[in-house]
């Protein structure tokens, strides 16, 4: 790959921005498509946003011409995937193959279901019981089939649950990190003492990037690498000692989730998926690193890049 070809990443999210620092290490030129043209404040000036609707094929073929690899990081409303994640992906999926471009997939762990406490590898099948995990498997199995039928070159990444700069709304997200760092007790979803892996999100972009520039990952999909799967306490509790403060913790559980999903549809999506927290969830990255290496960043080099981008996100919030 040359340095100067086109990199096209769908979506201006965190994950997309996380993607979009990996590539400019590397030297890409890079377009970012969203539906409104706003540009992220951590964009340079230099990569190219493009608005328009990421479900019009005909768009989807003109915004990704000339473009080497590109990255599919878009994602519909949580609590609207069933309905719009498919025709989304098959209208990014028709673009990359009308231009010969290869397609990397950012993707969850949802498609593998309740494993029952065993880690997660890519090898495992596809047994989602949830409406979520279902459609994720499905999503996954067209893409596999649209590589083995040569309609276009494709690979998958799939993280965890994930965190880090400019990430709101997960599970390790604002309701966990801002009480915290104003010496309140952290909102931890499930339980506390179990194992439960989580994946820096600067992580998954590089991971997304290391996948574009390698044709033996093609066809296939790779697990994020990690560091070291701790519990939800001893992870929190590293957040804690960034910060300066004494831990201290609240737990929301299924029943708390249920009670927010009357209210919230984010949170009602999320009750099918609690079983994620009620057992432990380890992610085996194994063939990812004897493949490309392990680009795992350590808990506290990630931590604290997040707490100092957490700061000044209260601190601008507080103005």
């Known amino acids: 790959m040359t340095q100067n070809e086109l990199h096209v990443i769908f979506g201006t999210g965190p994950l997309a921005q996380a993607a979009m620092r990996a590539l400019l290490k590397r030297g890409k030129s890079i ?27 005909e768009f989807t073929h003109a915004v990704t011409k000339g473009a080497a690899v590109v990255y599919q990081c878009a994602q519909p409303e949580y609590h609207e995937w069933v309905p719009k994640f498919p025709p989304l992906q098959e209208a990014i999926l028709s673009g ?13 762990l949802y498609m593998y279901g309740d494993t029952n406490g065993k880690a997660l590898a890519e090898d495992l099948p596809y047994a989602a019981h949830t409406r979520k995990g279902k459609v994720r498997g499905e999503m996954a199995q067209a893409l596999l089939e649209a590589h083995r039928r040569g309609q276009v070159r494709v690979a998958m990444a799939r993280g965890s649950d994930f965190y880090g700069p400019g ?7 604002e309701r966990t990190i801002v009480p915290l760092l104003q010496g309140k007790p952290a909102e931890v979803t499930g339980a506390l003492d179990l194992p439960h892996t989580y994946t820096y999100i600067n992580d998954f972009g590089e991971a997304l990037a290391v996948l574009g520039e390698h044709d033996k990952a093609l066809g ?19 957040f804690f000692k960034e910060a300066g403060l004494p831990p201290k913790f609240t737990v929301m559980g299924k ?7 009357l209210f919230i549809p984010a949170a009602r999506e999320m009750v099918e998926m609690a079983y994620e927290f009620e057992k432990p969830f380890q992610v085996n990255a194994d063939q990812f690193i004897k493949t490309f290496g392990n680009l795992a960043t350590p808990h506290e080099a990630a931590i604290k890049e997040t707490v100092a981008w957490y700061r000044t996100f209260i601190k601008s919030h507080a103005a």
């Open 31 to 57: 377009k970012m498509v969203n539906r409104s043209g706003k540009r992220p404040a951590d964009a340079p000036a230099g990569v190219e946003i493009a608005a328009g609707d990421a479900y019009d094929a």
């Open 96 to 108: 990359a193959a009308a231009n010969g471009a290869k397609l990397i997939v950012a993707e969850n």
């Open 167 to 173: 990430v709101l709304g997960s599970a390790l997200g």
């Open 220 to 238: 296939r999909a790779w697990h994020v690498p990690n560091p070291p799967t701790l519990t939800q306490r001893e992870l929190v509790t590293l």
């Open 255 to 261: 029943l708390m989730l249920m009670v927010g999903g």
